[in-house]
């Protein structure tokens, strides 16, 4: 990165756009794929394993990965965030499986087993139209940090999901981009020219993008249950994101914590019981449960490496 750095800046003293359609590419390219830890792994081989098609941000088409568990009519989709992967949720996926639900989840292009190299938000709510078109209206989409923009993103769009989470979530796309500006160290003269062919790119036709990828500004449908988590210590998402969700979406609610940071919530007791008790109302959620997955008293989550959202 200090190299792209580098010839971004050196193509700013040229042009400013050709700097940006330098940086571009760069704002859509995924990191290495980080492993499958050992603790998730039985939750993953347990999975039914298939894969979704979809256009991909290059329009060359890409396979996506998806992953299956339980039986339940009430599915609820998860999704990862940048440089996550579908494993990050597997105690999520054993309580909400002992709680009746079908559960999907999937590895966006370029992240996890899925194939690819780059990707943007697009590929998301692309996932979403096909898991929808195989398993009809969602009960809920649970979505962490880039996941959590995605899936507010695709039900204020039109993707039918009765409840939504986001766990570290960001409220828009101008987090992203100013956090991007931020790592390569461009003016601002640069970061219009990015912003401009960001729009031309992934949004074409579209009057303001910017508008249409931020629950601020186009919240979720009226009456819509959010539950927004987030900790206030997340050095990767500050914790004001979460305020400009739930302030935005009046049916929002706000759990925050503290000392759990952008990765090591997903695992949380507090985090999981309040995700459960917003997809599994009581009205739902009674009668006997079906076997867990697999034992409860796995260790809570060891603290990935931090990733940056885009």
Same mark, same amino acid.
């Given at each position: 990165?200090?190299?792209?750095?580098?010839?971004?800046?050196?193509?700013?003293?040229?042009?400013?756009?050709?700097?940006?359609?330098?940086?571009?590419?760069?704002?859509?390219?995924?990191?290495?794929?980080?492993?499958?830890?050992?603790? %998730?792994?039985?939750?993953?081989? #347990?999975?039914? &394993?298939?894969? @979704?098609?979809?256009? *991909?941000? +290059? /329009? !060359?088409?890409?396979?996506? %990965?998806?992953?299956?568990?339980? #039986?339940?009519? &009430?599915?609820? @989709?998860?999704?990862? *965030?940048? +440089? /996550? !992967?579908?494993?990050?949720?597997?105690?999520?996926?054993?309580?909400?499986?002992?709680?009746?639900?079908?559960?999907?989840?999937?590895?966006?292009?370029?992240?996890?087993?899925?194939?690819?190299?780059?990707?943007?938000?697009?590929?998301?709510?692309?996932?979403?139209?096909?898991?929808?078109?195989?398993?009809?209206?969602?009960?809920?989409?649970?979505?962490?940090?880039?996941?959590?923009?995605?899936?507010?993103?695709?039900?204020?769009?039109?993707?039918?999901?009765?409840?939504?989470?986001?766990?570290?979530?960001?409220?828009?796309?101008?987090?992203?981009?100013?956090?991007?500006?931020?790592?390569?160290?461009?003016?601002?003269?640069?970061?219009?020219?990015?912003?401009?062919?960001?729009?031309?790119?992934?949004?074409?036709?579209?009057?303001?993008?910017?508008?249409?990828?931020?629950?601020?500004?186009?919240?979720?449908?009226?009456?819509?249950?959010?539950?927004?988590?987030?900790?206030?210590?997340?050095?990767?998402?500050?914790?004001?994101?979460?305020?400009?969700?739930?302030?935005?979406?009046?049916?929002?609610?706000?759990?925050?914590?503290?000392?759990?940071?952008?990765?090591?919530?997903?695992?949380?007791?507090?985090?999981?019981?309040?995700?459960?008790?917003?997809?599994?109302?009581?009205?739902?959620?009674?009668?006997?449960?079906?076997?867990?997955?697999?034992?409860?008293?796995?260790?809570?989550?060891?603290?990935?490496?931090?990733?940056?959202?885009?």
């Amino acid at each position: 990165m200090v190299t792209a750095r580098s010839a971004v800046n050196a193509a700013a003293v040229v042009s400013p756009r050709r700097a940006a359609a330098l940086a571009l590419p760069l704002f859509a390219h995924v990191a290495r794929p980080r492993p499958v830890h050992a603790d %998730d792994e039985p939750t993953m081989s #347990r999975a039914r &394993r298939g894969n @979704v098609h979809i256009p *991909g941000v +290059d /329009g !060359r088409g890409v396979d996506v %990965d998806t992953y299956e568990w339980g #039986r339940g009519s &009430r599915v609820v @989709v998860l999704a990862h *965030g940048w +440089d /996550g !992967r579908a494993s990050q949720f597997s105690r999520l996926v054993r309580e909400l499986v002992s709680e009746g639900h079908r559960v999907v989840a999937f590895d966006a292009p370029a992240h996890g087993g899925s194939a690819g190299h780059r990707t943007y938000l697009v590929d998301w709510l692309s996932v979403f139209g096909r898991l929808q078109e195989r398993h009809g209206d969602f009960h809920a989409i649970v979505g962490h940090s880039f996941g959590g923009l995605a899936a507010l993103v695709g039900v204020a769009g039109g993707t039918a999901a009765r409840r939504v989470v986001t766990i570290a979530a960001p409220a828009d796309a101008d987090l992203l981009l100013t956090q991007f500006q931020g790592m390569l160290g461009y003016s601002d003269t640069v970061a219009a020219q990015v912003r401009e062919r960001f729009a031309r790119r992934y949004f074409p036709g579209e009057a303001d993008p910017f508008a249409w990828l931020s629950s601020v500004r186009r919240p979720l449908p009226a009456g819509t249950p959010l539950l927004v988590a987030h900790d206030v210590g997340d050095r990767v998402v500050p914790f004001s994101e979460a305020a400009r969700i739930a302030h935005a979406n009046p049916g929002g609610r706000l759990l925050s914590t503290n000392g759990l940071g952008h990765n090591r919530i997903l695992g949380a007791d507090e985090v999981l019981d309040a995700v459960l008790d917003h997809v599994s109302p009581a009205e739902i959620g009674s009668g006997p449960r079906p076997p867990a997955l697999e034992a409860a008293d796995v260790p809570v989550s060891r603290g990935e490496p931090v990733a940056a959202p885009r």
